[in-house]
């Protein structure tokens, strides 16, 4: 029997919130990866990452309320007080460099929380990834949380990432449309304050027929995120739509692992490994 380092015992129990979720316990890492979600997605969305990171690197995926197990909790009210929830739970995290990866409305929660741990006296981040949105400030916003179930319904179906026996069927729709629905009224109400640019890197990932943030948007200062940084900015185009994620993920988490330390891409040992 293998007996967790106090180290190991110690950052766990610095991780039990209910706002994260971690798939392993982190003894050998150096590195950590903080994930958020997409509007109506949950930290599960990242779980298939946890088998592409090497010992080195920790994966913590985000779970924002009113979804799986977190599904009869109250709502947040808004994006202040949902990232400031995050920074609560992630601060005592950070005693090792880290990123941030936001997918969509994540990346826009991702840059609000790295202005928000900044404020409290936390390390910055060693990188920002900001994935299919463009710059908080730039993205185009609606009214789609005032619509209809059949209008959101179709919203996720442009988008891709949802199937069309999940939104056939009636219980499952409902559940998924109610969080959908609480999330875009998070991000359309959302007005970003002026803030300073940050001072790490920002890399801005997205699919080549994004319809959110395709390879045209990109080439304007990439998506307006060029703007938010005094650091350098780079795009990385993936081939798909706004959810390119889920079948290029071996690509992704390479990526973002090559952007993070290049010494976890290359020598003997290359990840992500192949299966």
Known sequence: MVTASPSASARAARADSPWIRRWNDGAASRLTLICLPHAGGSAGFYRPWAALM?????????????????????????????????????????????????????????????????RRGAPAPRRLFASGRAAPGTAVTGQLHRQDDDV????????????????????????????????????????????????????????????ELGEDRCRDRAGGWADLTTARTEVRVFPGDHFYLTPRRREVVATVLRRMDPSLTTGARTWPSTP
């Open 152 to 211: 959101l319904s179709a919203e996720l179906s442009r988008l891709g990432g949802t199937s069309r026996e999940v939104l056939d069927d009636p219980g499952l729709r409902a559940m998924i449309l109610g969080t959908v629905r609480h999330d875009y009224r998070i991000i359309e109400t959302y007005r970003p304050a002026p803030r300073p640019p940050l001072s790490c890197p920002i890399h801005v990932l997205t699919g080549s027929a994004d319809p």
């Open 54 to 118: 090497p010992p080195e690197a920790e994966l913590l995926g985000i779970q924002y309320p009113c979804r799986e197990d977190r599904l009869e909790e109250p709502e947040v009210a808004d994006m202040g007080e949902l990232v400031t929830a995050v920074a609560d739970a992630v601060l005592p995290l950070l005693d090792r460099p880290y990123a941030l990866f936001g997918h969509s409305m994540g990346s826009a929660v991702a840059w609000e929380l790295a202005h928000e741990l900044d």
